[in-house]
């Protein structure tokens, strides 16, 4: 068999595959509920009179918001950033993360992937079953209250995000 008559027969086999594709729709947090949940995620943590930084990035772990207290460290912008890029990337808490990495010889290695960090306080954010985001946290007193705030600042958007 030729090659031209191959390169027919292939493209006439895939041409209605191709016909079919559709580009891929996909949701996204608006920027302006980003900031809302950062300020509601710091304020959370004020309440408990917690310093902290709060980042949300975007489905591909890009920051769309970071809002810092007035006394918190100069670490935390980044460990909330490294915590909500880590979440959105493994689409789960970095707190539970953290736990499987230190229970489970396959997980260990997470803590070598560049960016991530493995410490309680990334937090998912969803849009019904579906990721579109993620909200970081750090500068409380242990990751397990990080997350209490991130889900606190989630707990006070979650009617938006139906």
């Known amino acids: 068999m030729s090659f031209a008559r191959l390169a027919i027969m292939s493209a006439a086999i895939a041409l209605p595959t191709l016909a079919q594709a559709q580009v891929a729709q996909v949701r996204a947090l608006p920027t302006a509920l980003a900031v809302e949940l950062a300020q ?10 917690f310093n902290v930084a709060a980042t949300v990035v975007d489905r591909s ?7 810092r207290a007035d ?4 670490h935390t912008i980044d460990a909330s950033r490294a915590k909500a890029f880590t979440s959105v990337s493994a689409k789960n808490n970095t707190g ?10 396959g997980a260990r290695n997470l803590v070598y992937i560049p960016g991530f960090l493995l410490l309680g306080g990334g937090v998912p954010v969803k849009a019904g079953d579906e990721v579109i985001a993620a909200v970081g946290v750090g500068g409380a007193p242990g990751g397990h209250l990080d997350e209490e705030c991130a889900n606190a600042g989630l707990q006070a958007i979650a009617a938006k995000l139906k």
Do not use: D, H, Q, Y
């Open 96 to 105: 539970a993360m953290a736990e499987a990495a230190a229970n489970n010889a």
């Open 71 to 74: 006394r918190a460290g100069p």
């Open 40 to 49: 509601a995620t710091v304020a959370a943590c004020a309440a408990k009179n």
């Open 61 to 67: 772990g890009v920051v769309l918001a970071t809002i």
